[in-house]
Nanobody, 120 residues
């Protein structure tokens, strides 16, 4: 069984910074792609950032230059550093990992979500 546990959300004023983390545990062969999504109230879930196993990254236009995704393969963890936060960044942030299991079957796993609120 694979579990993803997120941490690091919270409340911050506009212009502030937060870092959210997501760690995978359980039995698996490895992890391919890792990503962060977010979902604001009454909106669809959207992709924020993605990082491949080769550490290539891609970002939503709305966060480019402000957010940085990174990964620690030794600890099966993905991070999202968020700087210059804006009220429109307020959402529940979810991590997703492409976990390589037995027989090299790849399955998607999601974290439980962590709330990020940007407000003055």
């Amino acid at each position: 069984q694979v579990q993803l546990v997120e941490s690091g959300g919270g409340s911050v004023q506009p212009g502030g910074s937060l870092r959210v983390s997501c760690a995978a545990s359980g039995s698996f062969y490895g992890i391919s792609g890792m990503a962060w999504y977010r979902q604001a109230p009454e909106k669809v879930r959207e992709l924020v950032a993605v990082i491949t196993s080769g550490r290539s990254t891609n970002y939503a236009d709305s966060v480019k230059g402000r957010f940085t995704i990174s990964r620690d393969n030794n600890n099966n963890t993905v991070y999202l550093q968020m700087n210059n936060l804006k009220p429109e960044d307020t959402a529940v942030y979810y991590c997703k990992m492409e976990v390589i299991g037995s027989r090299l079957v790849v399955s998607d796993y999601w974290g439980q979500g962590t709330q990020v609120t940007v407000s003055s």
